[in-house]
Each structure stands twice: as structure tokens, then as C-alpha cells.
């Protein structure tokens, strides 16, 4: 969004602005430019975002979005700016995957995707359990690479091997590849019955790349602020010129 002081609606303040001291028509600029770029921020973006995205966790965009205020007194110049950082929270793919949620594009290294059964209250509305998280996932047994005449033999063998408490990585029963978590294993020696207790936490497919379509969600938050330049820009000439009385 651009603050156009030649407009017809801005510039009778404009030149009351620059009959006054020099400072105070960049002043006025600069102000409004940082306003704007918060109300973005604060405002606009996590109401934009609330209405592309599903929203697991609730501050995910306040907490990883900022904004750069503008500097210096050449309005020719002046740009406040609204961004998003990483460092903030766990998934931190998420926020590099921004660029091609706005704009369109293909998302790579996705092999592992979410099941519902991942997450908090097996909803796909929530967030990934802390003890699902692939973060957190390390010694992945692969059925594939294990001993076995048959594929029911070799996942049987991973099982075992991963034992109470681990991961291992097989296909359901319509052949999709799963990353289960073993949570127990009972078998009766007797009977020959094998009951493991098996949850599915991730659909997996090698170097899987996800083409996603543009939500165009900041560009529909700044045109949102955009409709309330003139007026922050109004207001803010209102309050330079009270400074100076």
C-alpha cells in the first residue's frame, strides 16, 4: 500500500503541513507509515490469516510476524514493512512456508505429513502432540530393511525390534506408508497371538513435494489497512499540529 499526500482527500492537510516547521510533514508521513505497518501486524494480517488458514495455535502469526519501522525525514523514501522471522516457535517450516502459501508455489521435503491420530484430541483443528513431533522421533524402524519371507513377517520383526515406546516405519493395510509409535506389545507364546498397540502418527512418502495454491492473505490484510491510510494520515496531522500549540 502507498499514502498519496497529493490525493484530494489529504491535501489540504498536506499544505497546512508545509507552511509549518520542516520536520513536521515527515513526521506526519513517518507516523502514519508506522501505524499502518502495526495495524497490519496486529490487526488486519491475523484476520487474514484466520480466514485462510487453520488456526492450531492462536497467536502463531502475532508471534512470528514484525515490523520495521520507517526512518529518516525523505518521504520519497519512507517504507515501514511487515515480515515474518523464524526462531519463534517448534515448526519453524511452517513460517518459511509462507512465501509459497501467499503466492503459490510447490513446497518441498514434505515426506512426512500429519494423521489426525498425531495430534491433540485427534483433531485436525490442533496442534501435533509434544510426544508425536517429528523433532522428537529418532531410531525409525524400517520394515522394509528387516528379515522376513513376507511384508506381514518383516513389519511383525520391526515391531519387535522397536519395542514398547518406539517408531516404526510400514504400510497399512491399503498399502499407504505409515510412521507408526508402538505403544505395547503383547503376544502369548502359547497361542501364538501377537497384539502390538499401534498408533499412526504420519503418512510418509520419500521427497514428497506439496503444490499449494495463493490465499494472498497479507496482500488482502494491507489493502484492508489501506482503506484507513488517509485517515490515520488525517489524524496524525491533527496531533502534529497540537504538538506546536
Same mark, same amino acid.
Request: avoid cysteine; glycine fraction near 6%.
Given at each position: ?17 508545509? +507552511? ?11 507516523? !502514519? ?10 490487526? !488486519?494480517? =491475523? ?16 508471534? !512470528? ?44 521435503? +514434505?515426506?512426512?505429513? =500429519? ?9 485436525? @483443528?490442533?496442534?501435533?502432540?509434544? @510426544?508425536? +513431533? ?39 493395510? @491399503? ?30 512418502? =520419500? ?7 495463493? !490465499? ?30
Amino acid at each position: 500500500m502507498q499514502l498519496n499526500i497529493n490525493s484530494s482527500a489529504v491535501v489540504a492537510h498536506t499544505n497546512r503541513l508545509e +507552511r509549518l516547521r520542516i520536520s513536521v510533514l515527515p513526521n506526519a508521513i513517518r507516523n !502514519t507509515l508506522n501505524n499502518a505497518a502495526y495495524d497490519v501486524k496486529t490487526n !488486519t494480517m =491475523p484476520e487474514s490469516a484466520k480466514n485462510n488458514f487453520v488456526n492450531r495455535s492462536p497467536n502463531f502469526f502475532k508471534v !512470528t510476524s514484525k515490523f520495521d519501522k520507517a526512518t529518516g525525514n525523505n518521504i520519497n523514501s519512507m517504507r515501514s514493512t511487515v515480515g515474518f522471522i523464524t526462531g519463534k516457535v517448534k515448526n519453524d517450516f511452517s513460517v518459511k512456508d509462507l512465501e509459497q502459501q501467499e503466492n503459490s508455489g510447490t513446497i518441498k521435503k +514434505r515426506s512426512f505429513i =500429519p494423521l489426525k491420530s498425531a495430534r491433540t484430541g485427534n483433531s485436525n @483443528n490442533r496442534l501435533i502432540r509434544s @510426544n508425536a +513431533r517429528l523433532s522428537g522421533i529418532d531410531n525409525i524402524v524400517n520394515a522394509r530393511n528387516q528379515k522376513g519371507n513376507t511384508k506381514a513377517a518383516r513389519f511383525v520383526n520391526a515391531i519387535l525390534k522397536a519395542g514398547d515406546g518406539g517408531f516404526v516405519l510400514g504400510s497399512n493395510n @491399503n498399502g499407504e506408508n505409515i510412521l507408526w509409535k508402538v505403544n505395547s506389545i503383547k503376544s502369548n507364546l502359547k497361542s501364538k497371538r501377537f497384539k502390538p498397540r499401534l498408533t499412526p502418527l504420519y503418512d510418509y512418502s =520419500p521427497k514428497r513435494s506439496v503444490h499449494v495454491k495463493a !490465499t494472498n492473505f497479507m496482500k488482502d490484510a494491507s489493502l484492508k489497512t489501506g482503506e484507513k491510510l488517509e485517515q490515520m494520515f488525517n489524524k496524525e496531522v491533527e496531533r502534529q499540529i497540537a504538538k506546536l500549540k
